[in-house]
């Protein structure tokens, strides 16, 4: 399987509370809704918490600041992804998506990527 990496950064004009909130309440059902026709195997959202724990860890590692979620998607494999986004009904998915998308993401600064695992430690 090969799996698409989104790192989210908000709009400005939201709140993390709020982003969170649209991402999980009003595009996840969108994504459920088209995963079929795009081919999409799984979706998750890992949302970031705006804890101490999370400040620490960044201080510690003088790193920046972090992303407001990440969202995994899977496929089968390269070519499905491919095919799925070619098809005129995966197109009109797609541009559905997007165009939500630009309602709560900041576009210009969330980065994606398709990618492969390679699980270390894998405990249930």
Same mark, same amino acid.
């Given at each position: ?6 790192? &989210? +950064? ?10 969170? !909130?649209?991402? &999980?309440?009003?595009?996840?059902? &969108?994504? +459920?809704?088209?995963?079929? @026709? =795009? %081919? ?7 949302? @970031? ?5 999370? !400040? =620490?860890?960044?201080?510690?590692? %003088? ?5 407001? %979620? ?7 494999? +390269? ?15 797609? !541009?559905? &998506?997007?165009?939500?998308?630009? +309602?709560? *993401?900041?576009? %210009? ?10 699980? *270390?430690?894998?405990?249930?």
């Amino acid at each position: 399987m090969v799996k698409l990496v989104y790192c &989210l +950064r908000r709009l400005p004009n939201l709140s993390l509370e709020e982003f969170q !909130r649209y991402w &999980l309440e009003t595009h996840a059902p &969108l994504v +459920r809704k088209h995963a079929q @026709t =795009l %081919g999409i195997r799984r979706y998750t959202q890992v949302h @970031t918490l705006d804890d101490e724990a999370t !400040r =620490l860890l960044q201080a510690g590692r %003088g790193g920046p600041g972090a992303y407001d %979620g990440v969202a995994e998607l899977w496929w089968e494999s +390269r070519e499905t992804l491919m095919q799925s986004f070619s098809a005129p009904e995966g197109q009109a998915a797609a !541009r559905e &998506l997007l165009e939500d998308e630009q +309602r709560f *993401i900041d576009l %210009g600064r969330s980065p994606l990527w398709i990618a492969e695992e390679h699980p *270390i430690v894998n405990e249930a």
